[in-house]
């Protein structure tokens, strides 16, 4: 796949740049919709009127247009965080396939780096959370990294589990041989998905391990991180949350219900794409809502072991494969 | 000099200059104004011929020399082969930062008597590593590699006027020389037979000689013991977390990224190299593999715990190093059972990550010094807020942070990716045992690399950021220059080893090439610089290059985006912190509060001693006092064996001298009946 790109010529390789541009812009700038559509629905399960789809765009344009109060004695860290954050959810947004597994940047980063670069963007935001010390932003820097190491090694296994069927750690080509392949109910997937909506809770400070829409000092933990930001940084640091809601969505779509999508970025097919696309989503939406109104809380000693059987989850889904299908 | 003579003539002379620089200073510390610390200066120059001899030399030509010195029948054979050079490469660039470094921090280090002494100890330190790769024998191996435990043993305990400092010096000592005794066991049983003189020792007679298997595998064994306490293997580990944390900070930074991988350059050498990669059974790999899961494993675990910042540092070492291990361990795995593409490419990943773990634990603990001349404190309880009064330690520090935890495009990331790479190869493998062991090391890997990211998120969080927790400390500054300039070296290695990973590989390519005669093949040389494909363009392929232009370049864009659109004013304002007005450093999270969830998670793996106080206390104390296991499971009762062991042996001192008449003559008589008996 890599050696095609070397070799294509310019003219072919512009369109084809074109067409992962397109796709990073629409993850961009559909994460927020999709954060209302959970919202709307997760108003609807709980008896109340919902504030509409819309309303995350009205948040972010509210935050965007309001000065930014930076607390004294903060470093540059501090300041330089949210941009670096944001970037790296773009990054991601681009390495991901959802329309398309025509990624001519593809190959630059597969499922490892994917990690890495969810990764580069926690640790800045713990660091940023601790450079005021505070204490609820070490507090919540401690338990993010607390959820994270064994989320991140969880997640790792899965994306391996996905990777040993395509033999391939390319998430294009991840995508495509999944997609294209004839349907079998594989053990090792079934664990794997299993084990990914449960970090994916986990990832996306969701309920049961963290509640997105409180600010409880003693229970929160991504809101932790950014009590101290307001304004344009306290906007994208919440979009580059919306985009990272997404962008896990987009590995479920891409990874384990991945038909439909366009193999060659052209006019015929990426239309149809995207219409698979948002039927997927806005049915994975609501069934995160419905699992978040039914689930209360875990107390926060409860969080590892939940993320433990996560882990424990995707280690026998990436072991199953080789005892049950090979 | 002369840099138109050979690679090897040119490492010598380096080897020699450094002992002139020793010697110079022992000279110089008879005069008392002389300034002693500039000595460092060419010594680091020395440093870089040795690293342009390395580089020279990373080719598939072995240079040999034979001086007439040593014992009769077996002089000093000298080699330098590409693995040699590539080490060689390795100690240039480490001590050339090191030395900068040392040149500024022994500028302003009043607390040392004999500084003379100091500097000649390090240079001969370096002379002798560098000696230890290039001897051809093992008895010049031998010589030098106790050369150098005798040099780190005395720079270990510089401070050698408070006891736990020769405490620690002597655990160090011990452990060296239990491993040297392997080490002497297994030249030994290499050594090739049948002839007169002493020449079996050569390397190259040791080479394709023919043993039976049990021989082999003692041999193997010894070489994993032997080297394994230099380079802190699981369960001999123990000397590292003390000696490391006494030394002074450039010594630590030697001892962890240089001398830690002398002993794996021993490693490779005997299981690669005099072994031989066709004779390596795929169990060794195994057993070799599950070490390197316990080491890495303990390593993080014990560093997650730790306050004192050189002790965690070196913690995170043995993790390191356990790291290096397992790559080593799937690559003789795969040797072992006939895939030589996945075995080639385990042994590139533990050499890079030998070299890279070498740059960025260089940097950690150099930074660790800097801060203790900063501040005076080693316990990261008690600092805080270094960020703003040395802003130029604390980037670089990052740099070695990111890279460390392995965050995308740095170097660590690169090493681990390939190790991920040669795990993900476990199709391959026929048996279920094999490949249940390979997919675990993979799981490990992920764990430790995870663990790794929040424990130097600890160490920066707690360390540079934040408010200072001790309103005791002293004068903080920035590190004087050479000190920036020698962790500014190391950090631009970190750098370029993260951002040109095909160009690196294409070096240590030649490494493999000399050592097993394989190498990835044409699909990984065809991609060009850009891009990392390690075996199939299909299969995986990686390009930090262009990684980092598209989030350098989409951070520029959405900063210049949001400050053109939207509202780009900044107001400073006190901290809201949920609207609590009062807010003081004590109510910052401490090291080791920061690390509770993992001590709660993890709570088997280590022996705690906690006192919590009651309600009624008057003055209440917290305390948690953590050990390590293998210190009473393994070597209580070996303490205790040696002891009744040596009060036995005691029995037959009684002090008077008819009865040592006697053992003499029944020893006489023994030895007689020895030569009479045939």
């Not at chain 1, 919306?242 to 990874?255: M, R, T």
């Not at chain 2, 930090?544 to 107001?571: E, H, K, Q």
Request: net charge positive.
């Amino acid at each position: 796949m890599m050696a095609s790109n070397l070799s294509t010529p310019l003219p072919s390789l512009l369109p084809r740049s074109l067409g992962e541009l397109f796709q990073t812009v629409l993850i961009l700038f559909l994460a927020p919709l999709f954060l209302g559509w959970i919202n709307t629905w997760r108003s609807w399960l709980s008896n109340r009127k919902s504030a509409g789809i819309l309303q995350p765009y009205r948040d972010l344009y509210k935050t965007l247009n309001k000065e930014a109060v930076v607390a004294t004695g903060a470093s540059p860290l501090f300041r330089v965080t949210p941009y670096i954050v944001f970037g790296s959810m773009g990054l991601a947004a681009s390495l991901v396939p959802t329309v398309t597994t025509d990624l001519p940047f593809g190959p630059a980063a597969d499922a490892i780096a994917l990690v890495g670069v969810f990764s580069l963007a926690r640790i800045f935001m713990a660091l940023a959370a601790m450079d005021i010390g505070t204490p609820f932003g070490d507090m919540g820097a401690r338990r993010e990294m607390m959820i994270a190491f064994l989320a991140e090694p969880a997640t790792m296994m899965v994306l391996f589990t996905a990777s040993l069927i395509s033999r391939s750690t390319s998430l294009s080509t991840i995508a495509l041989t999944l997609g294209t392949r004839h349907f079998t109910l594989y053990p090792s997937l079934v664990f794997a998905t299993t084990s990914f909506f449960l970090i994916i809770l986990a990832e996306n400070s969701r309920l049961p391990i963290d509640n997105p829409s409180t600010h409880l000092e003693l229970t929160m933990i991504h809101e932790a991180m950014l009590l101290e930001y307001s304004g344009r940084y306290l906007a994208l640091m919440e979009w580059s949350s919306a985009i990272k809601l997404l962008v896990y969505f987009s590995i479920i779509i891409s990874f384990f219900l991945p038909w439909g999508m366009a193999s060659i970025f052209s006019v015929a097919d990426v239309p149809k794409a995207f219409v698979f696309m948002v039927i997927k989503l806005s049915i994975l939406g609501p069934l995160l809502a419905i699992l978040e109104s039914t689930l209360a809380k875990l107390r926060l000693f409860r969080a590892p072991e939940f993320l433990a059987a996560a882990y424990l989850l995707a280690v026998i889904a990436f072991l199953s494969h080789f005892i049950l299908e090979v | 000099m002369p840099f138109s003579s050979s690679p090897l003539d040119l490492s010598i002379l380096t080897v020699l200059f450094w002992f002139f620089i020793g010697l110079t200073a022992l000279a110089g510390s008879r005069f008392p104004r002389f300034p002693l610390y500039l000595l460092f200066l060419p010594g680091g120059l020395g440093g870089l011929f040795i690293a342009f001899s390395g580089l020279s030399g990373l080719n598939s030509h072995v240079e040999t020399l034979i001086l007439p010195l040593g014992l009769p029948g077996l002089p000093f054979h000298l080699r330098q082969d590409a693995l040699t050079s590539g080490f060689l490469l390795m100690l240039g660039v480490v001590s050339f930062g090191i030395s900068l470094f040392s040149a500024g921090y022994f500028k302003n280090d009043h607390d040392h008597s004999s500084p003379g002494f100091l500097i000649f100890c390090y240079h001969l330190f370096l002379g002798s590593m560098a000696m230890v790769l290039l001897s051809g024998d093992g008895y010049l191996f031998l010589l030098s590699w106790e050369a150098m435990a005798m040099a780190s043993y005395f720079l270990v305990i510089t401070d050698h006027q408070e006891p736990q400092v020769r405490q620690a010096g002597f655990l160090y000592l011990l452990l060296a020389h239990i491993g040297t005794l392997a080490l002497f066991l297994t030249f030994g049983i290499l050594s090739a037979k049948g002839t007169a003189d002493f020449s079996g020792y050569a390397f190259d007679r040791m080479q394709g000689q023919p043993h039976s298997s049990l021989a082999l595998a003692g041999a193997f064994f010894l070489a994993f013991i032997g080297f394994g306490a230099k380079a802190g293997i699981f369960p001999l580990h123990v000397w590292l977390p003390e000696a490391h944390p006494v030394a002074p900070s450039p010594i630590s930074a030697l001892l962890s990224g240089m001398m830690l991988k002398i002993a794996l350059y021993g490693m490779v050498r005997i299981w690669f190299d005099l072994i031989g990669v066709t004779r390596l059974s795929w169990h060794w790999g195994a057993i070799v593999l599950i070490v390197g899961m316990l080491t890495a494993l303990f390593g993080i675990l014990f560093a997650l715990t730790q306050n004192n910042l050189k002790r965690l540092l070196a913690y995170s070492s043995i993790d390191n190093i356990g790291i290096i291990i397992m790559g080593l361990g799937l690559s003789i795995l795969f040797f072992g059972t006939g895939h030589p593409i996945p075995g080639v490419l385990g042994l590139i990943a533990a050499l890079y990550h030998s070299l890279n773990h070498a740059l960025f634990k260089g940097i950690l603990f150099l930074g660790a010094g800097s801060i203790l001349h900063a501040t005076g404190e080693k316990n990261l309880n008690r600092m805080g807020g270094l960020i703003r009064s040395m802003p130029q330690t604390a980037l670089l520090f990052l740099v070695a942070v990111l890279s460390i935890s392995a965050i995308p495009p740095l170097n660590g990331f690169v090493s681990e990716w390939l190790t991920f790479q040669t795990a993900l190869s476990v199709p391959l493998l026929q048996t279920g045992g094999e490949r249940s062991l390979v997919a675990l090391s993979a799981a490990v890997l992920a764990l430790v690399s995870a663990l790794t990211a929040m424990c130097f998120v600890k160490v920066y969080g707690i360390g540079f950021l934040g408010v200072p927790r001790s309103h005791t400390l002293p004068e903080r500054h920035e590190a004087t220059f050479f000190e920036r300039a020698g962790m500014m070296w190391l950090a631009a290695g970190c750098l370029i080893l993260g951002l040109f990973p095909a160009t690196a590989v294409g070096k240590i390519e030649t490494i493999t090439r000399s050592l097993t005669g394989m190498d990835l093949g044409e699909v990984a040389h065809g991609a060009g610089w850009l891009w990392l494909v390690p075996q199939s363009a299909r299969r995986a392929s990686y390009s930090p290059f262009v990684f980092l232009v598209v989030i350098v370049g989409a951070t520029v864009f959405t900063y210049l985006a949001i400050r053109l659109l939207f509202n780009p004013r900044i107001r400073r304002a006190p901290s809201w912190n949920c609207g609590y007005p009062v807010r003081t450093a004590r109510m910052q999270d401490t090291a080791d509060s920061f690390s509770q969830p993992i001590r709660h998670f993890f709570s088997p793996a280590y022996r705690m001693k906690r006192h919590l106080p009651t309600p009624t206390d008057e003055h209440p104390v917290f305390m948690v006092e953590i050990d390590d296991h293998s210190w009473f499971w393994f070597y209580q009762p070996v303490r205790k064996s040696v002891e009744v062991l040596s009060s036995l042996v005691g029995k037959l001192q009684t002090g008077r001298i008819s009865v040592y008449l006697t053992y003499s003559f029944l020893t006489l008589l023994f030895l007689l009946f020895l030569v009479k008996s045939p």
